[in-house]
């Protein structure tokens, strides 16, 4: 009797084992599947109203679609796992990182062969802004040269590139840190205008202080849209991924291209 409560107790061991070898080699539901998507980085800079900082915290528009496609593919990212670096150290880390996302990019046709695109986000519209009671009057970007009017830009943005694609003078375009450094330079007169977002440029002024009117539009270098901008070096899978995530919590649609740079 002793003997077969052993060979019992071996059975109901040797059973257990296998049961729990069989449970971990069955492959996971898509349920309990960790979204791939936890493999991209996520990163952003001050622009306002898609993204920026707000008490420590990543906000704007672009972050709360970003947090929803998230959610919906069933990550566990949020905000607080978004990176927040200067535009031009962005901007290089995702074109030289694979699986790395900067966002809000606007998609231009220069850009075009550089990135994957997920998106639209919104469309943006890029402009001379000149100072408050400016005296000046543009008409076209050849105006502006012929009046010998310099231009606050950051490297790598929209505006910057826009103006150097259409031929602007190398010694007219003044580079600054970053958006706040450009508005004081257009603010204390160390250039003739700015080439920046109309909409972002009149929320930095009035964060620095300003009536959000103390810079006016004169010209308007480029209207588009806004993506998500990824690595071309990223799983072509992850990039569907992150687009079907876009798709499925919002209505803008996903048929606009690259076709309107303005």
């Not at 600054?176 to 257009?186: E, F, K, P, T, V």
């Not at 160390?190 to 920046?196: E, G, H, P, Q, T």
């Not at 109309?198 to 009149?202: G, I, N, P, R, S």
């Not at 009117?213 to 990824?230: G, K, M, R, W």
């Given at each position: 009797?002793?003997?077969?409560?052993?060979?019992?107790?071996?059975?109901?061991?040797?059973?257990?084992?296998?049961?729990?070898?069989?449970?971990a080699?069955?492959?996971?539901?898509a349920?309990?599947?960790?979204?791939?998507?936890?493999?991209?980085?996520?990163?952003?800079?001050?622009?306002?109203?898609?993204?920026?900082?707000?008490?420590?915290?990543?906000?704007?528009?672009?972050?709360?679609?970003?947090?929803?496609?998230l959610?919906?593919?069933e990550?566990?990212?949020?905000?607080?796992?978004?990176?927040?670096?200067?535009w031009?150290r962005?901007?290089?880390?995702?074109?030289?990182?694979?699986?790395?996302?900067?966002?809000s990019?606007?998609r231009?046709?220069?850009?075009?062969?550089?990135f994957h695109?997920?998106?639209?986000?919104?469309?943006d519209?890029?402009v001379?802004?000149?100072?408050?009671n400016?005296?000046l009057?543009?008409?076209?970007?050849?105006?502006?040269?012929?009046?010998?009017?310099?231009?606050?830009?950051?490297?790598?943005?929209?505006?910057?590139?826009?103006?150097?694609?259409?031929?602007?003078?190398?010694?007219?375009?003044?580079p600054?840190?970053?958006?706040?450094?450009?508005?004081?330079?257009?603010l204390?007169e160390?250039?003739?205008?700015?080439?920046?977002s109309?909409?972002?440029?009149?929320w930095?002024?009035e964060?620095?202080?300003?009536?959000k009117?103390?810079?006016?539009?004169?010209?308007?270098?480029?209207?588009?849209?806004?993506?998500?901008?990824?690595n071309l070096d990223?799983?072509?899978?992850?990039v569907?991924e992150?687009?079907?995530a876009?798709?499925?919590?919002?209505?803008?649609?996903?048929a606009?291209?690259?076709?309107?740079?303005?």
């Open positions: 009797m002793v003997y077969g409560n052993v060979i019992k107790k071996r059975l109901l061991a040797t059973l257990s084992l296998l049961l729990g070898c069989a449970f080699i069955l492959p996971l539901s349920d309990t599947l960790p979204s791939s998507l936890a493999s991209l980085t996520f990163i952003t800079e001050e622009y306002p109203p898609y993204n920026y900082r707000d008490g420590g915290q990543m906000v704007g528009t672009s972050v709360n679609l970003l947090e929803d496609m959610a919906h593919a990550t566990q990212l949020d905000r607080s796992n978004i990176r927040y670096y200067p031009v962005g901007y290089e880390l995702a074109l030289s990182q694979p699986n790395t996302v900067l966002f990019t606007t231009t046709p220069a850009r075009e062969a550089q695109w997920v998106g639209p986000i919104a469309q519209q890029v001379l802004l000149a100072r408050r400016t005296p009057r543009i008409r076209s970007l050849d105006a502006a040269i012929e009046q010998g009017l310099s231009v606050a830009v950051i490297r790598e943005d929209i505006g910057a590139q826009a103006l150097v694609e259409a031929g602007y003078p190398e010694a007219l375009i003044r600054a840190m970053d958006n706040r450094s450009a508005l004081h330079m257009l204390h160390r250039v003739d205008l700015w080439a920046y109309a909409d972002v440029a009149k930095i002024a964060q620095e202080g300003y009536s009117d103390i810079v006016t539009p004169l010209y308007t270098l480029s209207e588009s849209y806004l993506y998500f901008a990824i990223t799983d072509p899978q992850l569907a992150l687009q079907h876009f798709d499925s919590v919002t209505s803008f649609s996903a606009t291209q690259v076709g309107s740079d303005g």
